[in-house]
């Protein structure tokens, strides 16, 4: 399995890299925090790390590490715009409970 985004996800991000002038794709990764234990983190890469995992989704490159990849298998990064709201949903099979504010999970 592998991390994956959608066509919109994709899109955005591309844009967004194309705006900034530099970049090689997004990290996603895992952090302890939040009320339910894990919170995503999402950033822009400029540096690959030597350890990093990369997956390859409609053109943008996805970094991960090994620790965040267990918790990260088969998550497919989406961007939504319901409204005036708009952002970033991970679909995450793993995630067996989430926080009431969504913004941390565990597994």
Not at 17 to 45: D, H, P, W
Not at 75 to 80: A, H, K, Q, V
């Amino acid at each position: 399995m592998a991390i994956t985004l959608s066509e919109s996800a994709a899109k955005h991000v591309s844009n967004f890299i194309a705006k900034r002038g530099k970049g090689l794709g997004i990290r996603l990764g895992v952090k302890t925090s939040g009320c339910s234990g894990m919170a995503y983190k999402l950033e822009f890469v400029d540096t690959a790390n030597d350890e990093d995992i990369t997956f390859l989704s409609h053109g943008v490159t996805v970094f991960t590490d090994a620790k965040s990849l267990a918790y990260l298998e088969g998550t497919e990064l989406d961007y939504t715009k319901e409204g005036l709201n708009e952002g970033f949903k991970f679909n995450n099979p793993n995630v067996k409970d989430e926080c009431g504010c969504g913004e941390s999970f565990n597994v």
